[in-house]
Each structure stands twice: as structure tokens, then as C-alpha cells.
């Protein structure tokens, strides 16, 4: 859930970095995971709101989900090299209920990052 403190935070972040140049954002490298699930999902809802209303808090349907079958991936990608491998993370047999661990995001960065840097470039 997004709090107000972390949306604070965003915007802040957002509007110190409104003036930067293509060039300039192009030389950050994106990092990201994703969690691909599939179980019975949500039920559709429907909201009526104007554009301007697009992120009032009673107008976003927030839901818990129920795990189904999950799948872990990451990946990256630079406005100067493009996409990294796209990879399958793999469950920490030895993590807390066999999720995800530290050890498994440092083995990745180890394996990826050599791919898809150069000097000059920013992780984020």
C-alpha cells in the first residue's frame, strides 16, 4: 500500500528530477522485480471519476490477493543499452517459507550487473 509518506517521498523525488535532460536519464540503469501470479484474482469494479480525480485515495480500489501460483522475475534496463536478460528467480530453499532472500537478489546482481554496465552508468 502507498502511504502518504512514501507518496511525500515520490513526489519530492519527482520534482527534483523534473528538469533533467533525455541524455541525463539515459545513464541511469532501472532495476526492478516482478511478482506473476495466477490464481482467481479480483472481481471487476467500476469507477466514474474526471481525469482529474485519477489518484484521489477514495477513487484507487486497493485488494488483498490470494496466492495462486507465483513466479518471481527481474530485470533492467538503460536508455544506453537497452533491456537486460529477463530473469526466472528462483525460490531460497534455506529463506523463511522458502521465499525470496538477500542472497538470491546479490547472486542476481552479481550475474547481471557485469551485462549490462559500463562506467559512467548509474544503478538504481
Do not use: N
Not at 502511504?3 to 541524455?23: C, G, P, Y
Not at 539515459?26 to 481525469?51: M, N
Request: hydrophobic share 35%; aromatic share 12%; net charge positive.
Amino acid at each position: 500500500m502507498l502511504t502518504h509518506d512514501s507518496a511525500r517521498a515520490r513526489l519530492r523525488w519527482a520534482i527534483e528530477h523534473l528538469a533533467w535532460e533525455r541524455s541525463r536519464w539515459s545513464k541511469i540503469i532501472w532495476s526492478d522485480e516482478c511478482s506473476v501470479e495466477r490464481s482467481a484474482g479480483k472481481r471487476p469494479s467500476y469507477i466514474f471519476r474526471t481525469l482529474e480525480q485519477k489518484w484521489d485515495k477514495d477513487k484507487i480500489d486497493t485488494y488483498k490477493k490470494d496466492k495462486g501460483h507465483t513466479v518471481m522475475v527481474w530485470a533492467s534496463f538503460s536508455g544506453a543499452l537497452g533491456a537486460s536478460d529477463l530473469v526466472v528467480m528462483e525460490r531460497d530453499k534455506e529463506a523463511p517459507k522458502g521465499g525470496y532472500s538477500a542472497k538470491l537478489y546479490i547472486k542476481i546482481l552479481e550475474d547481471q550487473i557485469p551485462r549490462t554496465y559500463e562506467p559512467g552508468l548509474q544503478f538504481m
